[in-house]
């Protein structure tokens, strides 16, 4: 049995079918796919379709109730897995709604990826709904091309503001028939936490890290290496902030970079620190080691400042463990990030966003929590593909950014740590951007869905001689 709150007993839960990363894996899809099942397998029972490129495990079973009670606290969880290459496909799902017996599938990262699961909606909503922990870094324009995907669903998690904001707009009308809720992902604050700089891990990874070398200043990166990310321009903006500095200064900051320092879907990062940085190469570490959880916190506490500069991003997980482990934060003013720095409206409310104010990016609000020094676009342009025609790519300037690195410098060490700890009071406050207030988010979306869901009509009637105009065009695109 369990104390939790909204504990329900095992022969009473409904069953929910996820489909994502595979969760044991360290993708932030993979991530939030755990943390959503360890939060919440108190109240529901999980069937897991986990993708990964080419699984080594595809076409087995796996029984992973015993680990998730042991994580979760709990002694009568039901979690079982079926490893994919990709994420599955119309004939995976057909048997497992006729063997498992799901009361709901959850999907969550790109629509991309789902086009085989929505074009078979009809058949699937007709027995279980469709639900969606969703996501899209881009407001204007509007994508209009996910309205069909938004229209499979019953029920929409937006991952953020931003994207609940789309979700209501791009689905017009239709947006009333759908239950649309705010579902921001959550880090598990006891892991994700401030250290004392005389912990003893902390210091052997220092030493790790470092050597023996000491440094007054440390920015930090977390993130794979892929083009959107901008590391480039991070590493730049470094290199300009230690112009800044005398060379006595320069010498005692470092730049750690937890990445992989060449990647085709990114660039060779090496290069470019020799190119930018040829004085001060030997104040840029890179950190290639697969680490634990409890080990990238380590990272966080070791740094002063977190940076992440990306043209486009859905949400940045990387912000929310660096504020989560009291670690102030640099960041493009795009996508998610935003709802990470607090902005405040006139009336010093959170930032909301509605179809005429899509996104702060034009800096129409500056005012923010004390723990984000935030860096506004300096170029919006509108970037696309053939599946994604028009997308906003918001990028800033190295210079703004520098200006930020050493606004966070030029404070005292004991300024930086409250400044971080007012980010972690506020993140496991107002925020919730916790694994656990994220577990129980899932909960009361899907019990709001559950309440009133009901299945798809075998035919559905349309009149085809009435046209309602598509005012999602008439968007504005200046703000």
């Not at 490893?83 to 999907?107: F, N, Q, T």
């Not at 900051?253 to 085709?264: G, I, M, N, Q």
């Not at 990272?299 to 504020?323: F, H, K, M, R, V």
Request: charged fraction near 25%; include cysteine; proline fraction near 6%.
């Amino acid at each position: 049995m369990s104390n939790k709150p909204g504990y329900i007993p095992k022969e009473q839960r409904k069953k929910i079918l996820l489909i994502c990363d595979d969760i044991r894996l360290h993708s932030g899809v993979a991530h939030v796919g755990r943390e959503t099942v360890l939060n919440t397998c108190h109240h529901f029972d999980w069937v897991i379709v986990g993708g990964a490129i080419k699984h080594p495990d595809e076409g087995k079973r796996f029984d992973l109730s015993a680990d998730t009670n042991k994580n979760a606290g709990i002694d009568d969880s039901s979690v079982f897995l079926y490893p994919v290459s990709g994420y599955g496909d119309a004939a995976l799902i057909r048997r497992l709604l006729a063997e498992e017996k799901p009361d709901a599938i959850m999907i969550i990262t790109d629509p991309r990826y789902f086009e085989w699961l929505f074009a078979i909606e009809n058949e699937v909503r007709k027995q279980v709904p469709i639900c969606y922990l969703n996501i899209w870094d881009s407001p204007s324009p509007y994508p209009l091309w996910n309205k069909t995907y938004y229209e499979s669903c019953d029920l929409l998690m937006g991952i953020s503001k931003q994207t609940v904001n789309i979700n209501k707009v791009v689905l017009g009308d239709k947006a009333d028939s759908r239950v649309i809720t705010y579902v921001p992902h959550g880090v598990n604050q006891n892991i994700f936490k401030p250290l004392e700089v005389t912990t003893s891990e902390l210091v052997e990874m220092k030493k790790k890290i470092f050597g023996e070398k000491e440094y007054d200043f440390t920015l930090f990166f977390n993130s794979r290496n892929i083009r959107r990310k901008q590391i480039p321009d991070a590493i730049w903006a470094f290199r300009l902030f230690l112009d800044k500095l005398t060379p006595e200064q320069a010498q005692k900051c470092a730049f750690v970079l937890h990445t992989e320092p060449v990647s085709d879907h990114g660039t060779d990062l090496t290069a470019v620190v020799n190119y930018l940085l040829p004085g001060h190469k030997q104040n840029v570490y890179f950190s290639t080691d697969r680490l634990s959880t409890e080990g990238l916190n380590l990272l966080y506490n070791i740094a002063d400042a977190q940076i992440l500069l990306s043209s486009n991003e859905g949400w940045g997980l990387a912000l929310t463990e660096a504020i989560s482990s009291g670690t102030p934060i640099i960041a493009n003013v795009q996508g998610g990030m935003q709802d990470q720095m607090r902005f405040e409206n006139e009336n010093g409310e959170w930032l909301d966003f509605t179809p005429d104010f899509p996104s702060n990016h034009r800096g129409t609000y500056t005012t923010c929590g004390e723990w984000a020094f935030p860096v506004f676009p300096s170029n919006i342009s509108i970037q696309g593909s053939p599946k994604t025609p028009y997308i906003s790519d918001d990028r800033c300037k190295p210079e703004d950014a520098a200006d930020q690195i050493h606004a966070i410098y030029s404070l005292s060490p004991e300024e930086r740590k409250r400044k971080g700890l007012a980010g972690r009071e506020w993140a496991l406050g107002e925020a919730g951007f916790t694994s656990e207030i994220m577990g129980q988010r899932v909960i009361d979306s899907f019990e709001q869905l559950f309440a009133t869901w009901e299945p798809r009509e075998t035919f559905e009637l349309i009149n085809a001689t009435t046209h309602k105009p598509d005012t999602t065009r008439n968007t504005k695109l200046i703000y």
